[in-house]
């Protein structure tokens, strides 16, 4: 599996990118698809999770104003994030995991096997 990322930018706090990833390769049957986001000074962090059944989880941080999404036909997945805040501002990295978690259970970065190659967002204040 290749994932690549793009659509990271420098935009002001308040506004708004769309992050999209494109993922080739043997992907059928995968459990999850996955954002998630890291900066120099913190651990990589968890930002949105779309299950295999179609259930999101978001962190904390960005609940209300990230969204992950998918295209199937084109097996695209996108992270749509509004209202951004300097807070955001890191290396954003699409993922996708061929574990199947229960509902119950909560994906971390140790669950994904197949990353992209980051890209920077940068919010200015």
């Known amino acids: 599996v290749q994932l690549q990322a793009s659509g990271g930018g420098f935009v002001q706090a308040g506004g708004s990118l769309r992050l999209s990833c494109v993922a080739s390769?043997?992907?059928?049957?995968?459990?999850?698809v996955g954002w998630f986001r890291q900066d120099p000074a913190s651990e990589r962090e968890l930002v949105a999770v779309?299950?295999?059944?179609?259930?999101?989880d978001y962190g904390d941080s960005v609940k209300g104003r990230f969204t992950i999404s998918r295209d199937r036909a084109k097996n695209t997945y996108y992270l749509q994030m509004t209202s951004l805040k300097p807070e955001d501002t890191a290396v954003y990295y699409c993922?996708?995991?061929?574990?199947?978690?229960?509902?119950?259970?909560?994906?971390?970065?140790?669950?994904?096997?197949?990353w992209g190659q980051g890209t920077q967002v940068t919010v200015s204040s």
């Open positions: 779309e299950r295999w059944g179609g259930t999101t």
């Open positions: 390769g043997r992907t059928y049957g995968m459990g999850a």
């Open positions: 993922a996708m995991s061929n574990r199947r978690l229960i509902s119950s259970s909560r994906y971390t970065a140790e669950d994904f096997t197949f």
